[in-house]
Each structure stands twice: as C-alpha cells, then as structure tokens.
C-alpha cells in the first residue's frame, strides 16, 4: 500500500503506520488530541459505540506487556472493534522453525485491517511495516519507540495546561535510558518557551550527545542535582525509576537516592499548587504510597485513563471512522 | 467508589464486590437464582443479547484456569459484553519489576468496568477490591474462596428441589481441605432442618472446629464411615476427589478408597430415584465413567451450565443490566 | 446429539464435525467453495456482518499455533461471532490432575455452539467429536489431519481454475510426512484425469503404500528426480519444505537441495504464464523471497485469505447460519 512515513503536515492519519514519534508535526498532534477529547467525552456519556463495528484489529506481542496490550484492548473495545490476541507467537511453531517477520505479518494481514505490534528489537516496527499492505501502530521495540506513550503524556500535559509551550518541567531519574523522557522531550521541543530542569544521578543524566540535541532544537535545558533546587514554578514533575544495579558503588547510591523519591513532604515544600506529577508507571518506590491522594498525582488517574483515550484516538483516525 | 462489603439484606448488586460467600443473605441468594433462571430461559430461546453492549470486563487470572476463565468468558459474550482477557500477569514485565498489586488494579480499573480476579493467594481478592473503583469478582484466590461456585452449588440443588431448607445430604471425600465443601455448608447454614452425612477418611474428616461452627449455625451433621450407610433418602451426593498423596500409610488409602468411589452398583444400592449427584470437577476417576449417562448425574451437565448462567446473573446484577 | 460423520452426499453440513477431509464428498467441496466465495465477495464489500452474532466458538488448542488460531479468530468476528480463546489448556490445573479430554470437551460444550480444537494427539479430534453434544472442528491432530487446509488448498486451486479436474500439478518437498500433501492427493484424487508430479530426495518420497493407494483412486503419478523434468505445462507446484535435518549424510543433502528451492530462475524457465505456486506455510528459504512478488505466488495472497474464507463457510455452514 502506498504509506507515507515521512513527516506530513497533514492531519490525515488514514492508512498511515505510527511507528516513531518524529512523524508527528504540532498540527498532527492537535488532531490526534482533539479526537482523544472526544473519545474521552464519548467514554463518560456511556453511550455504546460502534465507530469501529466491522474492523478487525491484530495484537501481535511478542513480549508480555498487559499494560499496553490491555490499553489498546480497551481502546478498540469500547469503539466497538475486535481484536485477534496473538501473545508470545515467538513460541509457536511457526516462529520456531524460522519464519521471518515479514513472513508472520503477510499472514496476518491477511486476517486484519490493522496490526499493533510490540516486538523486542529495536526498528522491528519499522520492518513490519515494510512488509504489510496495511498500517501497522509500534506499541514498543525494545529499546526503540512507544509513540503512544509519548503522546498520552504530551496529551495529558495539554489537557491540564492547555498548551504545549511556555511550560517548565521537571524530569528525573534515568535520564540516560529512559524511553519515555526522551519521547517526551522530542515532543516538548516542537514547542517554544519550554524550560526543562534535568534531576539525574551523576551515571544517569542525559548525554552530552542528547543534551546538545535537544537545545538546538531549541529546549532549554537546566540540570539540578538535588530536589531542594526543583523550581516551584514548574508546570509538571515528570518521575522515573532510578534501577539500584546501574550503580556499582552502593554507597553512591545511598547517598543519592533520597532526591529521586517522591514523598508528601517533597510535594509540600517544592510543588506548586497547580502542577501535576507524572510518572510512566510501573513505578516501585520512587513515588510513596502516601502521595497517590494528593489530588496532584495523575500517574493512577489521567495518564491511565489518557492512554486509552490517545489509543481510541489513534486507531480510529488510522481506520477512518469519525465520531 | 462507596461499596458495600459488610452483609446486607437489600437485593441491590449494582457496583458491588463479590468477595466472599459469607456476605450473601438468603434474599441476596434468591435474587440471584431468580435472575439465573431468566438467563437460563434467554440462552434457551438462542435469542442473542445485547444487555452487556458497551460493558468490557477485565479477566485478571494470576494462575491458570481455563474452566473458571471459560465460564465468566461466556457468560459475559452471551450478554453481548466485551472482555480483556489477561493470564498470567506475572510473567509481564511491571509485576516483574515488583508493582504492587493495586497498582496493578488501578491501571486495569481505567480501562474496564468491571474486574474478575483469580490469584494463588488468599485475601488478594479483598486487597483488590480496596484499590480499585470499580467491582471485583473474587473467581478463586488460593485456598481462600471461590464464591460463584458455591453460588451454582446451591442453584443446582435449588432448580432440582425448588428449596434450600429441609435437605438430605450427603458429603464425601476431601471434607477437610475442601474449598467448595466449606462454602456449600455455610450455604446450607443459612436455611433450616439440614441435614448432612459426612463420609470422609480418618485423615480427611472435617475439623472438629468447622463440626461445631456449622452445627453452632443449625446445620445438622451425621458423620458415617462407609458408603454403606448412604440414606436412601438423600437429596444429594455432592462428591469430591480424596487424593492419595494425603495418605502416609498407602494401605490406609487401599482400605477405604472403595467407599470413596461412585460405581452404577452403589448408585443402584443407595441412591434414591429423585435424588441427584454433585462433584465439582475436575474428577479423576472417584466417579465411574459408566456413571455419567445416568440421568441423577449432573456434574456434567446441569452443574456446568448453572455456572454460566449464575455468572451471567452475577455480572448483570453488578454491572446493573435488567433483562 | 445426532451426528454425520460418515461420508454424505448431502450438502447440508448444520451441526456436523469436520474431522477428516475424507468425509466430503464432491458435491460438498463445492458447497463450501460456493459459500467460500460469497463471504469473500462479503469481505470485499467491506460491510460488517452479524452472520454469527450471539454465537461463541470455543478454540481449544493444546498446542501452539498462531497461524491457524488467527485465521479461525477472524473468521468468526469477521462474521460477528465471539470466540473463547484457551491456549494451551494442558498447564491448567485441570489437565494437570489428570482429567480426561472428554470431561474438558464435555466442559467447554456447555458454554459454546462449537468447538474448534487443536491437539497435538493423533485421533484426539475424534476422542472430542465423540464426547461431545456440540460440533467439533479439527484444526490440526498431530501427525493426523488438518482439513480446512486441504479444503483451502483445493478451493485456492479451484478459485483460480474453475475446476478440479484435469489438472497437472507438482509436488515437491516431503512427500513422505508432509499432512498437506497427503491431505491434497486425496482431494485430487475425487476428481478425474488429474496428472501429479512428484519431486522429492529419495529418503522423503511419497511411501509405495500411499503411492499405490493413490493409483487405485485414479490418480496418475509421474516422479521425476530434478526440477528441469518439471512440465512446462503444469496449472501449479505446490512446494513443502525439505528439512535438513532429515538427512543423515550432509552431502546428499548439498547434492539435491537446489533441485527444492524455488528461485525467479526457476520460475522463468520452467513455469508456464498461468500457473500458480502455492505454499502452505511458514517456509525457510524454499522459496526466495525475490519470487514473492511474481503474481504467480499465491502462498502469501490468495492461499491466506482463502483460508480465511474457507473457514468463515465452514463455521457459518456447521452453525447453520446463511449469508
């Protein structure tokens, strides 16, 4: 099928695969967003839909994830679409024998009018989307890309704030790593005026390399090294894990780990009283059970809830079906 | 969300928790065998039903149980609700990576209307229930409960005998350890003039403090030591598997096993003509397999189908659809 | 329930197993291949259908296969049916404690119009069908039967030549163990004046029972012993995969190997224009991937989606629902 993969200042979606967030132009994300808004206003009446009664959706995880796979699950669900679940086919005798990938997704784009993938090499996206005559959506590879985990945060930022420029946030824990903060900061700098304080362990702040990345594209970056120095100004907190093994020096880590743990008294001495923190999720530790209440905290609430919408959003666009 | 877990007398199941048996009063029961027969009567008419449309339901199973997770599976599309199967989550990588269980259940609680759990451990089902927002079906945790099955247990026996009081019935095998053995004698408590042989081995007799709870309750409790003493006058044979392994001495085992099978000669020795025959399942070979034509038999048949249609009826109720 | 499941010259196929492809006659394929092309023709329309609506379809497939279990999974929502999927059942704790397949078949009956299972025991679909009171499809018994492959396999032949009678084909690969193979003689062989070449190494060629089985139904047979005796003149090759591992000396393996692979060279000198080159899939380099794009391959096109639609005719045929 004739796809187009290269940046477009469209807001066409139809028929077009989703496979790294660089495909998106501002005006593309406005769309993407101002459809989510009405899948979420579609979700609340509790009105039935059947905007995507007939179409046939292909899960094709080759690594557990219920997180992602329940969310678009949902997503196609509750517009009333089907979904065939294949999880793990990397054990089925097909793969097994040495089928390739191109080969699977031949087949089951014989069966579906959309494949979401998640696959655990980087670019594995890319090359099923190569091979299919339908779109394919990159639910995450590998170290790769999950576009619509970086549009739900950019989502759930404009939902609160409105915008997506002029706005001053926190990122911290793995800067180095991290999949999602790196999306994120790609979506930010489409934007002007975005200030972003950096809050890293010395072994896990952004790279030189990134970090100059990203001011040419015009971020501003400030890099803190305690949470005393988070501006009380910021519009978001943006949290992540820090993974103890990264650090060889125990007593590093000792030393630092009281900055990238979110506690009520943190909240109360540097957050300001209309910011939200998020967090990508699974979290273990880093955000204290204590601070889920504070009505602040969207990690369990919007950012759930925003994927699905996003997810909706995105599927229905790439189908063709309007609310 | 306000639920309502402590015991009540009102029929109203609408966004509440089925955790436990103990929290069903006799009213509760019939209300739901009353709604159980209605969807016995839809299935019978093959009319498909659309009472569930725009309903998803999230089946969370930690541990494998492909006759549980089939049975919720359709009693939800036979009401035309859409389902998010998940198996297994604890092999994906957010358990892995040590997320508690009610974050777990926050994420799919955004997603979902409705959560059906089965975990290996006892008391997760609650813990579920306090995090999430939305209602939580306990469908087994551990050596915990299992409330839909003892549900069916007592409509099976209820749709035979059009009551629940002033019962003849006889228990066997395992009345130790027995989940569904516990939860159908409180389900019996509940009602007047019972009366319950119980046949068991040495090893496997019910415990002296669950004999004095239930007869404590006004059960009545007959304890026989041979398939011998089976009254002809039973209503009921609810059997169960008396597994080996729980015999030190093997000889022990040899001894008694015979009393602890269901051959076509003991059906025709003991058990009257009305009278009908139980067993949980799976079995393994505590009853003969010449047994199962005989029409009294309804492990197979009438207790299988109860279990749809009381799941059926429990999910509606919740999800507050009326046929 | 009353069943069919001896040879019928009827072509009504409500509430009958497809177990073995011997069971069809000629008059049956062409019942199938009719209805195959109007849910073809209805695919193609692209308006969704509610053929099946408030039907459920059990998979039951004790073995691994995502090819087969998507195929059937689309054809039935395609057709807006429900599926219960169980995957792998044999981990259960059911299975585990040792209940037999006719209690699991007699389990999953209760909650389903049909079941569609696969298995990796030779005779199991037979051990089902027998248990139980609903229709059962073999989707795969081992080393036995798989016959909605053979029926796609023909009716992709059929599609293309408007018939199945004088036909020359060629065989190629392991005619020895090869299902489908065995599976498209015994179709070949309902019909008169059909011409096979057989390409095989010695050590995997069609066994001198099968081959003289296939003589007495009127079959002619041809070996040849290298791809340049392929006939110019053959409607279509059907290629299977040689496994390596089959030999015992490498260097017969070296000597004969290019004489099983399927190359655009190949293809140019001894292919006629209107030929077809089928595959049943997954392949592992028998086929370069440079002749996919010859429009004469047929493996990763139309034997697909004939699948597709082959199975959509058989479940809505057995369930008795007509277009």
Known sequence: MPKTQTKTNTATFERRDILSFDQFTPNDLFHIFTTAKEMAYQVKKKVPSDLLRGTITTLLFYEPSSRTFASFNAAIKRLGGQTIDIQNPGQTSSVAKGETLADTIRTFEAYSDLIIMRHPIKGAAKEAANAASIPVINAGDGIGEHPTQALLDLYTLYEKFGRLNHLTGVLVGDLLNGRTIHSLLRGLSLFEGNEIYLLAPQILKLSPQD?????????????????????????????????KERFTNLSDYERVKTAFTVTPELMKSRAGKDMILMHPLPRVGEIAKAVDKDPRAVYLRAQIRNGMFIRMAVVSLILGKKL
Chains 1, 2, 3 share one sequence.
């Open 211 to 243: 970090k100059q990345d990203f001011r040419k594209r015009g971020l501003k970056l400030i890099e803190i090294t305690n949470d005393k120095e988070i501006p009380k100004t910021a519009n978001f907190w943006y949290w992540t894990r820090v993974q």
